[in-house]
C-alpha cells in the first residue's frame, strides 16, 4: 500500500477499506480503522484510525484517534493521538493533535495546533511549531 513499509501505527484490525477505484461522497462515520485508497469527498468523523494510502484522496475534514497520510488530503485533522505525514503524504488543511511526525518529502500546508501536558498532569494547548503567518514560531505558555 505504501511502498516503503507499513507506518508505525497501523490497528491489525481494520474494519473497513475504501477502495482504489471507489468514489464516496458524504461524511463516512465509523468507530473502527479505516483504510483510504480511493477518494472520499465529504470527511470522515469518528473513527479510531484512519490511513490514507498513497492512492487515497480525502477532501474534508478527519477527526479520529490517529490518522496516516500516504496520499492527499485537503481539510482539517483532528487527531487525539498521532498524525503521521509519509514521504509522499500531502496535506493542505489545519492539523490539532498531541503527536505530529512528518517524514522528509512530505507536504504539509497549514497550521498545527499541539496537546501538550501540563506539570500539574492536566493537559492545556498550544500553537505548534508555526501559526497562521507561515514561519512564525510560537512558544508554549504552560502554568
Same mark, same amino acid.
Given at each position: ?7 508505525? @501505527? ?7 477499506? @475504501? ?28 473513527? *479510531? ?19 496516516? @497520510?500516504?496520499? *492527499? @488530503? ?58 497562521? *503567518? ?10
Amino acid at each position: 500500500m505504501f511502498g516503503r513499509g507499513e507506518p508505525t @501505527v497501523v490497528d491489525d484490525r481494520i474494519k473497513s477499506i @475504501v477502495a482504489a477505484e471507489t468514489y464516496i461522497q458524504g461524511t463516512l462515520r465509523t468507530h473502527g480503522s479505516l483504510i483510504i485508497d480511493g477518494k472520499v469527498e465529504g470527511g470522515i468523523a469518528q473513527a *479510531k484510525q484512519v490511513v490514507v494510502g498513497e492512492q487515497g484522496e480525502v477532501k474534508g475534514d478527519i477527526t479520529a484517534e490517529s490518522v496516516v @497520510v500516504g496520499g *492527499k @488530503v485537503t481539510g482539517n485533522i483532528l487527531a487525539v493521538k498521532l498524525v503521521q505525514v509519509l514521504s509522499h503524504g500531502q496535506i493542505k488543511g489545519d492539523i490539532r493533535t498531541k503527536s505530529l511526525h512528518i517524514e522528509d518529502g512530505a507536504v504539509f500546508d497549514g497550521a498545527c495546533t499541539m496537546n501538550v501536558e501540563t506539570p500539574s498532569g492536566g493537559s492545556g494547548t498550544s500553537e505548534g511549531a508555526v501559526d497562521g *503567518k507561515r514561519g512564525r514560531v510560537v512558544t508554549p505558555l504552560i502554568k
